[in-house]
């Protein structure tokens, strides 16, 4: 019994995975369409463009979100070793220093 919950558990983790990266395709497959749309682009010019569209990385904006938090961190960790922090003091002192707007 416990084998067939564990396969199971697996097989449910695995399609969630599987759906939350078919919502993202999908949802930038809409916004190439829509844009493709507003552009008025038919046929061959269309195709292209919706290569391009749905080829493209992700905006350079998350990527400089995801590089201030984790320079953010950097400066954190390193204070916390300039003080020589432990344990829950380390721990307390992390949560300040990451939730500190700026």
Known sequence: MKTVLAILGLGLA????SVQAQTAQQ????????EAGDKALKGDERKAF???CLGAKPAA?????????????KTCNKEAGDKALKGDERKAFMKECLSNKG
């Open 14 to 17: 695995l399609s969630l995975g």
């Open 27 to 34: 949802s930038k497959m809409a916004s190439c369409n829509k």
């Open 50 to 52: 919706m290569k391009d």
């Open 61 to 73: 904006a998350s990527s400089d979100k995801k590089t201030a938090q984790q320079e953010k961190m």
